[in-house]
Every structure is written in structure tokens, then in C-alpha cells.
């Protein structure tokens, strides 16, 4: 079974702080994204990747930034975080041909809180 | 741009009721259509899809047809069990581009 692994169930930050959200997977998809979840607004992208060391801006990436310097890992950075970055955050994996080959794999969530 | 309309709920059905939850969609092209589901405290996973018109995705019971005259992918269960209570997510991917739209999510309470 893949698995989409992200380091924090529920994160706790003030304003202004750095934050670093994780995601590591392991079946060696090269495809990985970062969503969030919000009441009424569903899933939106805010980035993704197709390979190491690429990204390319989805929907909403401002405020944020992504790093992926090794493939089984794609790190979601906000680097000023503020009280409207409070959200849940979804990693996920896929193969190449998004859908054609293999559907999203969805890691369980990090509930992020800026106060 | 692309967007996917599904109606938010909850929508509250008694156990063995029949199910069914709208969707329709605008999009450019031919886009392939997605059910996905959330159960409480998971992320997301893939229901069941279909890749062109009239195509009909079917898992655990739920079923969508791919309706390019009224550009809908409609979910449908005959009997719905208290074990099927979550978020589903309609959803499209749509040209080339390894990005997936989503809708808004429609919450399903199952009760005994």
C-alpha cells in the first residue's frame, strides 16, 4: 500500500513564525502536491511538484513556499505565517499521468493553527 | 477556468436509504471525472472514476455516469450504511496538466 506520511497531526504557531510542514512518501512517486482544506472552499493547490528540485505554482501559492530536495520528500514552508494560513493541509502522491497511471494518494492531514 | 459545483450538506439519510449526491462540472476539452472520499480523521482517497462520456464508475456500491449533454457525474448508492458517513469530493482533471480541481466536498451523516 503507498503510504503518504506527514510529520504533525496538529500544529500550533504564533504569527510571524517559520513553519515547516512535512511529507515524506514511499513508492516512489514522482509526482507530490501540497493542498488545503477549508469549510466551503474545499481542496485548493497551492503547489507541486513532478521531480526533484521542481515545483510549479498551483492556485494559491502566495504566502507560501516548497522545497524538494530528495523524491520521496516535499516540504511546504510558510515563511511568515499568519492567522489566515489556519488551515488543514494535504499532501499528496502520484505517478506520472496523473490518473492514467495512478490516482492522488493522500497523507491524513496536518491541522495547522496560527495565533 | 475549470470548477466543479456539488452542494456542500450535510445530507442526512437513514441507514438503507438510497443516496445520491450532485455534481456538475465546467472544463475545457475532455476532462476525466472522480469521486473521491474522506472518512473522519483520513485524507483522501480515490472512490471511483471515468475517463470519458458515458463511461460509468462504480466501487462499494456507489456508481457515477459520465453525462457530457449536462456535464454531471452524479454518485449514487442504492443502500447507504452507517460505515459510508464522510466528505466526497467530486473532481476533474482536465488537458494535460497534472492538477486535479476539486469540489467543495458534500459531508454524508448516516444514521441507524
Known amino acids: 500500500d503507498v503510504k503518504v506520511t506527514q510529520s504533525s497531526r496538529y500544529l500550533v504557531k504564533r504569527t510571524g513564525e517559520k513553519v515547516f510542514l512535512e511529507c515524506v512518501q514511499d513508492?516512489?512517486?514522482?509526482?507530490m502536491f501540497w493542498y488545503r482544506q477549508d469549510p466551503g472552499l474545499g481542496l485548493r493547490l497551492i503547489y507541486f511538484?513532478?521531480?526533484?528540485?521542481?515545483?510549479e505554482k498551483g492556485d494559491i501559492p502566495e504566502g507560501y513556499s516548497v522545497s524538494r530536495e530528495k523524491k520521496e520528500r516535499f516540504s511546504l514552508i510558510l515563511e511568515s505565517a499568519s492567522t489566515n494560513q489556519t488551515s488543514m493541509y494535504l499532501c499528496?502522491?502520484?505517478?506520472?499521468?496523473?490518473?492514467?497511471?495512478?490516482?492522488?494518494?493522500f497523507g491524513n492531514g496536518t491541522r495547522l493553527t496560527v495565533t | 477556468g475549470d470548477s466543479v459545483t456539488q452542494m456542500e450538506g450535510p445530507v442526512t439519510l437513514s441507514e438503507e436509504a438510497f443516496l445520491t449526491i450532485n455534481c456538475t462540472y465546467t472544463?475545457?476539452?475532455?476532462?476525466?471525472l472522480f469521486w473521491y472520499v474522506q472518512y473522519p480523521g483520513e485524507g483522501l482517497q480515490l472512490l471511483l472514476k471515468?475517463?470519458?462520456?458515458?463511461d460509468k464508475g462504480s466501487n462499494k456500491g456507489f456508481e457515477a455516469t459520465y453525462r457530457k449533454e449536462t456535464t454531471s457525474f452524479h454518485l449514487e448508492k442504492g443502500s447507504v450504511q452507517v460505515s459510508d458517513s464522510a466528505v466526497y469530493f467530486c473532481?476533474?482533471?482536465?488537458?494535460?496538466?497534472?492538477?486535479?480541481?476539486f469540489g467543495i466536498g458534500t459531508k454524508l451523516q448516516v444514521i441507524p
Open positions: 472544463a475545457t476539452g475532455y476532462p476525466s
Open positions: 499528496a502522491s502520484s505517478l506520472p499521468g496523473l490518473h492514467y497511471n495512478s490516482p492522488l494518494h
Open positions: 513508492m516512489d512517486h514522482e509526482n
Open positions: 471515468a475517463t470519458k462520456a458515458d
Open positions: 511538484s513532478y521531480d526533484v528540485k521542481m515545483k
Open positions: 473532481a476533474l482533471l482536465s488537458g494535460g496538466y497534472q492538477k486535479v480541481t
